[in-house]
């Protein structure tokens, strides 16, 4: 037997409601000291797992979220041998997972990502005599237009947690210039019944940058397992 993991949940009544695995493999539920893990069983692991196949798990791990109102998700893939050692998971690490569970139930996560609309990091360099001064020159205003750029990403950043307001934000995880074309990247953890509102609140047009906004969808960038 061979369990592909895809979240654990609060052990709930709702639960109870018949889900399929991956590939129309069986479904399993694993119940350990009040919580309960679920995974596809694949009798053989398949040599590859596709891009269908994580967006099939992607699905599953949003309707056990959405209908049990907090999920641990596990990345993509987690292979675990049986059941039993599902189960000496749960009992090795259950205080933690349950402590995971009450931070993140009633609560979901958004995604902003900010892009740039240019790829210039300067205005170029004016004409000089020589080709080393020309050289430093460049160097200098390309490194003072990525200073300009983190400063910039740095108060996107800071506009959203002001969007989203102190009631509305429960937690937030930000990366600031992680490549040439993004400004900055976050993940918001906000109340569940308020993520549509916030949602709103954040689309909004900038002069320099695209604002893409996703989710919601379970917390994978605050309670991830693996």
Known sequence: MNLLLHAITPLDAAADTPLAGLREQPLVRVDEQGLAAWA???REAPDQLTR???LSHHDLVTRLDERLDASLPARFPTWVAD???VRRIIRSRRTD?????????????????????????????????TPGKRYLLERRQAFAGSDRRRQRAGELAD?????????????????????????????LLVPRVRAAEVKARLARVEPDV????????????FVAIG
């Open 159 to 187: 506009e959203v947690e002001r969007l989203v307001g102190p009631e509305d934000l429960i937690e937030a995880r930000r990366q600031v210039c992680p490549s040439k074309t993004v400004a900055m990247s976050m993940a």
């Open 97 to 129: 997972l349950a402590t995971s569970l009450d931070r993140v139930r009633g609560r979901t996560e958004l995604s902003v990502t900010a892009v740039w609309l240019t790829d210039d990091d300067a205005p170029p360099a004016p004409g000089v005599a």
């Open 52 to 54: 269908t196949d994580l």
């Open 40 to 42: 596809t069983e694949f």
């Open 83 to 85: 059941v039993e050692s």
């Open 210 to 221: 695209r604002i893409l906004l996703n989710g919601p969808w379970p917390p994978y960038s």
